[in-house]
């Protein structure tokens, strides 16, 4: 009997939906108010969460971060690892009705890797041009192998574009993006809304149960819970460890979790000017007592109640790259004092400290303040707008610097352009021959085991230099109301609409 | 910062029994609510000077085993996110705001009271260009202007100070102008002129002395004002650097606790709050008291 | 009268130059790259460098004044880097939510300044006096970000009476609208309310004071009716004409308020622009707030000389 009330009710509430009184929305709180809405210029990690929801890329990652085929099918690399054959998914549509084939793939690699102000440019460097082989297939030939190329492909630079409406907006494709994804665009009030609403020609649309999405960004996180407790919000991206909590005790919403890709870490001047010349810049004894003064997981408890997971290399303890070989150390306070005598170090000494303005950095930086200073090293903490901290990174205007990176799904994304001589994010100054070979090398391969270890080798060499020390990786904090179903957290960090339905 | 207009002009003293300053501190006190004003005033300069003497625990040392706990026989007011005592850091935090409300204001004294009176006494191109530039610098947002020169200075107490000051300091101009405006034409300006002073001693000695009494109002509604501003930068991180207490910078930490730990926001800003208010009763108690229309009354 | 005007006007030209001058050190005064903060994760030194040439930031700093003021002649104010939309778009897109807010707070603003003033001005030196003081007081001496912080925590966390974000258009729904802009609405009226409650204290002061009041209650009417209909009427219009002028304070108090209650206003416009340093965007709208401003004193001396007909030389 209540069986069949609940299928009766079910039944009715389809057909309602069909309807336009029954229309469903989901409302999704950001923490920032997302920059363009154009997969070659975008650059911010707020703005991928949006376009995981209208733009859809070559490949996906899974849970277990496996590449899977979206815009794409299938992919397979040459003997020489130069040329990467891509074929593509058949009947595909983009918002404007415009079909997606080869030349359109070709198309939107193109644009990332050439359009004036692109950001897609370094991660596409390796790509030497795209030929079609026929209307369902490209071959994107190399300049040099480059096995991370399809993990790019899996973000934005995979990002596949109407070639007739990108060629009519120019540079203001962003104002009203046009791509193949389950959403189309309606309609963006800066700093307040985006809306999107069903494509009805998704080459997946059995899979789609909600009319629209709007996208809300409001950065105060006390207030994003707040809406998503009283129903103003559905869900709610980046809730605060120190409000997991809360979440858990309301029987009314959910939490999703995945642990990030990136890392907290400690940049330290190690080489990028005259600010290098202290003992913690030059001493990589120094550094290691620094590393061991820190007591990760008293900081993990008392800054995110014991919610992050503490860690000591570019990838979290549970990501496959992880070298079991070097596990994060306990506190050891004797021996760094020791490490500090040895490097010939006697008396307490200052350390520039920069730490960029952000809800919970301040209180991490305190805390790290707190165990440094137990070894003699005084951190002093300049709290930096993030503005102004990049420059002053850059330019070498710096001691110590406390910084994040969101990370990326190969490890070569979290390595190359830190640990590389003059890379573009080095501003650690830390150049090591080596080093260099080992980075390269690691692009060669495409199977786990031969990369890892390589990577076993770079892990040893930075775990003894320390131009980085890794903190902690965040979890990836996701709230929603029990009325969403079917919501599963991929470590990337964005919100996948596909699939979802509400109650 | 708040604009408030001044009107006050004190009337040279004619066989008095006794002094102007006298009777406005007479007068001053007769008014309950400046009376209570002074009080609070005095009790957050007593509580800065004397902090160490009064804290029983350290701003500083944080304590992980006490993190944020909420008031109790202990710990008055709590705890914060590291356990560091909150009343302690009220205490420790009193001394960046009244310094900030002080040395700003100063700052902004320093420099508009001379533009002021040149512009005045002068008059001329200079004046022109000096009340277009005042003018111009009135018409941009307050804060984003403090926010610019704070973040151009780089983030600490002191530079936060002079980017309140110099941003407050077209009020200054403004005001002293007008009011050696009004005070050139009295007689007795007049006559040091006619017996042949030279003119920096009838600028300092003849005129700044009488509109004394208006800089002095409007200094101490912009000592209200500038707490309230150093309380804004270091809300956005652009004043007091950690550990250092100061009551915006806890306001700002306290932000994200807001469902779980309240009373950390609750009493720093009850802080300013009662601060700022009572330098804003006195503020309006000296108008009051130094008002020549309210003489005719007392 | 005319001439006085005319001399104002004049006047405007060099202060528009200055605050324009202003306008463009803020620029030189941010420190940080612009370039790079759009780049934020994505530092290619390649890419930095092609959005410097863009956005002519390789120029010297004279040279991108010019382009500038040329733009802002010729009505173009400028892109955003961040999003790539017209600055007056976006301006256009904001005023009218800023417009909604501030009367509404002015309308806030005057209902507590009048009230206290009148109580204050009737009761002189006494207790009701002090109290009706003290209220209005309060309002300049709280930091609207705090008194913000608590009211979302009552009325939105503890309560949930209120939404604690967001901001509804009139045209789509009043209501909401309503109460999406009540509490910062009450949080920057209450800034203002004592400046008015001030004057209106003084006016009113003088008002009962005059001959003709003193010849109405000499008729004997009742003492409510003669501040009802005499006294308010007489002390209230300036105050009015001022707390319709105090819209100008207002721009400057929106800028915390908005960002502390996520309403997608003027003040939110800017600050966020400050943050990431979209150049044109505070350039365009620090010009815009400085413009209505600078025109609403030269309103307010024109009405006060109206006001006062003996200073119509």
Known sequence: ?503 | MADITVNTRLIPAKDAPETPLRRAMRRLLRRKSAVFGLAVVAFFVALAVFAPLLSPYDPIAQSWTLVRHPPSLSHWFGTDDLGRDILVRVIYGTRASLLAGVISVGIALSIGVPLGLAAGYLGGFLDALIGRMTDAMLACPFLILAIALAAFLGPSLGNAMIAIGVTATPIFVRLTRGQVLAVKMEDYVEAARAVGNPRWRIVFVHILPNIMPALLVQATLSIAAAIIAEAALSFLGLGQQPPEPSWGSMLNSAQRFLINAPWMAVWPGLAIFLTVLSFNLVGDGLRDALDPREIGRS | MLNLLGKRLLQLIPTLFFVSVLIFSLQQLLPGDPALIMAGEERDPAVIEQIRQQYHLDRPIAVQYLYWVQGVLSGNLGESMRIHVPVLDLILQKLPVTIQLGSMAIVIALVIGISAGIISAIKKNTVWDYAANAFALWGISTPNFWLGIMLIFLFSVKLGWLPASGYVPLTEDWRASLASTIMPAFVLGNAIAAILMRHTRSAMLQVLESDYVRTARAKGLYERTVILKHAMRNALTPVITLGALEFGTLLSGAVLTEQIFTIPGFGKLIIDAVFNRDYAVVQGVVLVTATIYIALNLLADIAYVLVNPRLRT
């Not at chain 1, 990326?408 to 640990?419: H, L, S, V």
């Open chain 1, 1 to 503: 009997m209540r069986g069949f009330r609940w299928a009766a009710i079910a039944a009715t509430y389809f057909i309602l939906a069909g309807l336009a009184t029954g229309q469903t929305t989901l409302r999704i709180g950001l923490a920032e108010d997302p920059d363009v809405l154009d997969p070659t210029l975008a650059r911010t990690y707020v703005g991928r969460i949006v376009f995981a929801s209208f733009c859809d890329k070559l490949f996906d990652t899974d849970q277990n971060l496996n590449v899977v085929p979206q815009l794409a099918l299938s992919h397979s690399t040459s003997a020489d690892g130069k040329t990467v054959t891509i074929k593509l998914r058949p009947g595909v549509k983009f918002h404007d009705g415009e079909p997606f084939n080869a030349e359109a793939a070709k198309f939107s690699i193109d644009r990332h890797a050439s359009m004036t102000g692109s950001f897609r440019k370094p991660e596409l460097a390796a790509v030497d041009h795209v030929d079609i082989v026929d209307p369902l297939t490209i071959n994107v030939v190399l300049k040099a192998p480059y096995s991370p190329l399809i993990a790019q492909f899996t973000d934005r630079a995979g990002m596949m574009v109407s070639p007739k409406a990108a060629k009519e907006a120019g540079d203001k494709f962003g104002l009203h993006p046009v791509c193949a994804g389950p959403y189309k665009f309606v309609e963006r009030i800066q700093q307040d809304r985006i809306v999107f609403e069903k494509f009805p020609d998704y080459w997946n649309k059995d899979n789609i149960h909600i009319d629209r999405v709007v996208f809300l960004p409001i950065v105060d996180s006390t207030v994003r819970l707040a809406n998503l407790k009283s129903g103003a919000l559905d869900l709610i991206e980046r809730v605060l460890a120190t409000d997991i909590k809360n979440v858990r005790e309301d029987k009314s919403l959910k939490l999703a979790t995945a642990l990030e890709l990136g890392y907290q870490g400690l940049d330290i001047n190690v080489g990028n000017g005259a600010q290098s010349k202290n003992p913690l810049g030059q001493s990589a004894k120094v550094r290691q007592a620094l590393d061991l003064a820190i007591d990760r997981d008293a900081l993990n408890q008392v800054v995110f109640n014991g919610e992050f997971k503490p860690g000591n290399q570019w990838v979290s303890p549970e990501n496959p790259y992880y070298q079991q070989a070097f596990p994060v150390a306990k506190r050891d306070v004797a021996k760094a004092k020791a490490l500090m005598k040895e490097a010939g170090v006697s008396a307490p000494f200052d350390v520039d400290f920069m730490v960029p303005k952000g809800a919970e950095t301040q209180a991490v930086a305190e805390v790290i303040q707190a165990m440094a200073g137990e070894i003699g090293i005084n951190m002093k903490i300049r709290v930096t707008e993030f503005a102004t901290s990049l420059k002053q990174a850059e330019q070498g205007n710096y001691q110590a610097y406390l910084l994040a990176w969101s990370g990326r799904t190969d490890p070569d994304g979290n390595t190359y352009i830190f640990f590389k001589c003059n890379a573009p994010q080095d501003s650690m100054g830390y150049c090591n021959a080596d080093v260099d070979k080992l980075l390269d090398e690691a692009r060669v391969p495409s199977e786990l085991a031969a990369r890892k270890a390589i990577y076993e080798k770079l892990t040893k060499t930075i775990l003894e230099d320390v131009p980085k020390i890794y903190l902690y990786h965040r979890r990836i904090l996701i709230a929603h109301t029990t009325k969403i179903d079917g919501y599963k957290q991929m470590p990337d960090g964005l919100v996948r609409v596909v699939g979802l339905s509400l109650k």
